[in-house]
């Protein structure tokens, strides 16, 4: 059950969807529950962004899984998705009668900044576990310009980087 209930409030406390997540689930695996090291981490949220869904989802259903099989992993699944569902449905049925109120729309104009600083920490968090250094950080760069400024799919990005990384480790042990 300590699963369920630490992904609930998760996705309860956490605003701006699953990239948003990515840190306080971090923090709250392996700095506060030590379910697993910053590195095995790392290496699972490498895994849950190849893998098609949301990330959010998929990394509760990783460390679900890792932490109590199969259990764990539909525990911790429920649990990241229960609050929004509650809290979609609370919205759905009210939320016609106040969007046009001015401070609703000052709320939503305050979380935007804090949304994109959380996803901005997270970014640089993972960026130094991953080992980037100014001599590596041409690789990144070279896939923010391809997906961002010749709009290719990251789909093509993540297949290409596969074979190439493969051709390399082929052509190296040959």
Not at 1 to 18: A, C, E, H, P
Not at 37 to 55: K, N, Y
């Amino acid at each position: 059950m300590q699963l369920f209930w630490s992904f609930f409030k998760i996705g309860l406390f956490t605003f701006g969807g699953g990239y948003a997540m990515i840190p306080i689930i971090q923090k709250e695996v392996v700095s506060r529950r030590k379910w697993m090291s910053e590195a095995d981490f790392v290496d699972l949220l490498a895994i849950t962004q190849v893998v098609p869904g949301p990330i959010s989802l998929n990394t509760a259903l990783f460390v679900g899984n890792r932490i109590g099989g199969k259990r764990g992993s539909l525990l911790s699944g429920l649990g990241i998705i229960l609050p929004s569902f509650i809290v979609i449905l609370f919205i759905a049925l009210v939320f016609n009668d106040f969007r046009d109120r001015p401070e609703v729309e000052r709320v939503f104009k305050g979380i935007r900044p804090t949304v994109v600083a959380l996803m901005a920490a997270s970014l640089w968090r993972m960026s130094q576990r991953a080992g980037i250094t100014f001599r590596t950080l041409w690789l990144p760069l070279v896939v923010v310009l391809l997906v961002w400024g010749c709009q290719l799919s990251p789909i093509y990005v993540i297949v290409g980087i596969i074979v190439a990384s493969l051709a390399y480790c082929f052509h190296k042990h040959t």
